[in-house]
């Protein structure tokens, strides 16, 4: 080997890892509130300024049950909103407010086209006063995506793109891909990462820490112990003391 060549260690730089691994390039994070997703995550959370692409048979309402967690950190650190573009759900302000996601830092815009969806998501990304955007975006091309996810990278923005199933072949700038199933207790598939795909679905609980806190609080405290019944003597053991008091009186 020349004396001017040597090897260089994967290990030492900062941007390459080995394919069995995870990566470990320090970016920054947003923690997803689940320890055990945390631990599957490059960096240990959500991407900041990267797409986050969700996959589901059907939307609904428990993607919060995922993603919650992390918007309610997101917005303690940073002022801003939370943007939703064309959800196919209403989000209910009380219950969200209690996990730490204030109604009033939540902003949803209607849109029916796939284009005007595709314009509404970047323009907020691209507003300094958000702080993540959650998109339906059902029909989007690989090159549209690609728009949005260089449009939360040059903000540094959390964004959070929803699609069908029929996506999963598709190609796909997302930083991290998970596909969603269950209602209760979710079954998370994270099949792109940096890294090796995860084998084994990923299970998380159906409360979150903070709800099953608030659930445990309402039941109130717990019901005083049972009296403790007193054995019966048998007749033929019990003491005639008294009887035998009585008679001679």
């Known amino acids: 080997m020349p004396s001017h060549l040597r090897l260089i260690e994967p290990a030492s730089l900062p941007n390459v890892w080995r394919v069995p691994e995870l990566a470990q390039a320090q970016e920054a994070v947003v923690s997803t509130g689940h320890a055990a997703l945390d631990a599957q995550l490059p960096g240990g959370g959500w991407p900041v300024g990267s797409m986050v692409e969700v996959l589901q048979a059907r939307s609904g309402p428990h993607v919060w049950q995922l993603l919650l967690p992390g918007l309610a950190q997101a917005v303690q650190k940073q002022a801003g909103l939370v943007v939703l573009v064309s959800s196919p759900f209403d989000p209910f302000g009380p219950s969200l407010g209690a996990q730490g996601l204030p109604g009033e830092r939540l902003l949803c815009v209607k849109a029916d086209k796939p284009a005007a969806r595709l314009w509404s998501a970047e323009q907020c990304l691209r507003c300094a006063d958000v702080v993540a955007v959650l998109a339906w975006l ?78 445990d609080a309402r039941k109130g405290p717990a019901p005083p112990p049972a009296p403790v019944a007193q054995p019966v003597i048998p007749l033929h053991r019990r003491s005639h003391v008294l009887d035998r008091t009585a008679a001679i009186t």
Request: no cysteine; hydrophobic share 45%; aromatic share 6%.
């Open 138 to 215: 059902p029909q989007a091309k690989s090159a549209e995506l690609r728009r949005l996810h260089m449009a939360a990278q040059q903000h540094d923005k959390l964004l959070f793109v929803f699609r069908g199933l029929n996506a999963r072949q598709d190609s796909s700038p997302a930083r991290v891909r998970l596909l969603v199933e269950g209602v209760d207790s979710l079954r998370l598939h994270i099949f792109k990462r940096r890294g090796p795909p995860l084998e084994t679905p990923l299970v998380l609980p159906a409360w979150s820490q903070r709800v099953a806190a608030l659930l």
